[in-house]
């Protein structure tokens, strides 16, 4: 993130990913493939739950002040949102190519049973039945595409409806923006989007 923008940006690697990976990432794809929601749901879970810790320790080691921010592409997205759910410290969250439903109705992938341990991970994290989380009003924008297969788009709309009483007072902190032709893909246009929704609701409450 360019500095004259005024952010602090801090990354880590998800459980199973980068250094925390055991295995081959070949190895990781295939379990992946093979039951998506019963290492997914466990890796999304775990991911949002550390991010206290990680915001505890960016805030202290930086000596930072000021509001607290999380963004992503994809599971990234999703994980963000449900972080702003846990930790009230993050102020506003732009979630590219995500959604707040854990089952993806409508999705093109292929379909998976997980285990009892990954429907608990799913019931205590999952935004969209997990509504109460989002009372503090953190400020989320949903980025994307309207032709997404992978991630339809529609779960992001039902879920600003589900918290319209919740946003009532606040509706301009809960937006959504779909691009037109766009699938599953990132694109700079959602980041230049995802960089705005920052400078408006990260500098001030």
Not at 84 to 105: E, F, H, K, M, N
Not at 132 to 151: K, M, R
Request: glycine share 8%.
């Amino acid at each position: 993130m360019n500095p004259g923008q005024g952010f602090v940006a801090v990354s880590f690697d998800p459980v199973a990913h980068g250094e925390r990976r055991n295995g081959s990432k070949e190895q990781f794809q295939t379990k992946l493939r093979e039951n998506k929601r019963r290492y997914f749901w466990l890796i999304m879970a775990h991911f949002a739950e550390e991010y206290p810790r990680i915001v505890d320790w960016a805030l202290g080691g930086f000596g930072i002040h000021g509001n607290v921010l999380a963004g992503g592409v994809s599971m990234g997205g999703d994980i963000s949102v449900v972080a702003a759910g846990i930790d009230r410290r993050i102020q506003a969250v732009a979630a590219c190519i995500s959604t707040p439903d854990w089952l993806r109705p409508g999705t093109d992938e292929k379909p998976s049973s997980p285990d009892v341990y990954a429907i608990n991970c799913y019931l205590r994290c999952n935004p969209i039945t997990n509504l109460p989380s989002y009372e503090h009003v953190p400020a989320i924008c949903y980025l994307n595409g309207s032709e997404d297969a992978h991630v339809p788009p529609d779960r992001a709309r039902r879920f600003r409806r589900a918290l319209e009483e919740v946003y009532a007072s606040s509706p301009a902190r809960f937006e959504i923006i779909e691009y037109i032709g766009t699938g599953h893909r990132m694109t700079e246009q959602m980041l230049d989007d995802a960089v705005r929704w920052f400078q408006r609701w990260g500098y001030n409450r």
